[in-house]
């Protein structure tokens, strides 16, 4: 089974996987390679990419050499949309942490409909160009969705247009206010992460606690989309106590 790491709470959780990351970047910046991140939005990630901020600004972390892509995107949407997630990696990570826009990918979700396969088959590209990812933080969804790969995605899928899940159009509605969630998405495939080298999926709270545990225990199957990612040979859990209490 894959390993799991429980931490009392998610600033600990973060803290901790904020410290590989910032070893990795600092081991391949010593040996004059690129660091490849593959990163997540929603409210999860959020106390790894603090503790990367406070790495840098009062422990000095550069990350020259760091390059990063993005899991998902809505579509459409412009990326300077206070609910886009280029907007919310921009304030979070990227600006904070001094990273340069250039290195960072996110899917475009301006890209008009004709264009979309291409600029997918291209995004798919780019990773490979950067050499592939080497860590690919992931959360999970209530459905059990990673990125944007709702129920019925397929192992081998790759980045490309996506029809949201009412579920998660609701739980972004509060933050969309009056205005309609988007029904679409981009999002890479759970065959493009599949070939991240390693893969940190995290989960808090209690709400998490029943779908982490399914997602551990049931049959592989396209219905829950993180077990298709369970034959990866280095996927490992990080969790809260709260999301590990059905464990
Ligand atoms: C978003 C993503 C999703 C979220 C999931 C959990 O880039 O990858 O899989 O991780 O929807 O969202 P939160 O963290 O807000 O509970």
Same mark, same amino acid.
């Given at each position: 089974m894959n390993p799991v790491t429980i931490h009392p709470d998610p600033a600990a959780a973060g803290a901790a996987i904020a410290a590989d990351i910032a070893d990795l970047i600092r081991r391949r910046q010593a040996e004059g390679r690129p660091t490849v991140l593959g990163l997540a939005t929603g409210a999860t990630p959020v106390p790894v990419y603090r503790e990367l901020v406070r790495l840098h600004q009062e422990e000095g972390l550069g990350f020259e050499g760091v390059r990063s892509f993005n899991l998902d995107e809505y579509? *459409?949407?412009?990326?300077?949309?206070?609910?886009?997630f280029a907007r919310f990696m921009r304030e979070e990570l990227f600006v904070p942490a001094g990273l340069d826009p250039k290195d960072c990918r996110i *899917?475009? +979700? /301006? #890209?008009p409909m004709p264009q979309l396969a291409e600029a997918c088959r291209a995004y798919e590209q780019a990773i490979r160009d950067a050499g592939g990812i080497d860590l690919q933080l992931l959360g999970i969804g209530l459905? +059990?969705?990673? +990125?944007?790969?709702?129920?019925?995605? /397929?192992? +081998?899928?790759? #980045?490309r247009l996506v029809e949201l899940a009412e579920s998660t159009r609701l739980r972004a509605a509060p933050a969309f206010g009056e205005e309609e969630v988007p029904k679409r998405g981009i999002s890479v495939g759970i065959g493009t992460i599949l070939e991240a080298r390693q893969i940190v999926l995290l989960a808090f709270g209690e709400e998490k606690a029943e779908i982490v545990a399914r997602a551990r225990?049931?049959?592989?199957?396209?219905?829950?989309?993180?077990? /298709? /990612?369970?034959?990866?040979?280095d996927l490992r859990w990080v969790l809260d106590e709260a999301a590990a209490r059905r464990l």
């Open positions: 579509w *459409p949407i412009d990326p300077a949309h206070p609910r886009s *899917p475009d +979700g /301006l #890209t459905s +059990g969705h990673i +990125g944007f790969n709702e129920p019925g995605a /397929l192992a +081998g899928s790759r #980045t225990q049931d049959e592989p199957s396209v219905a829950i989309p993180a077990t /298709l /990612l369970r034959s990866h040979p």
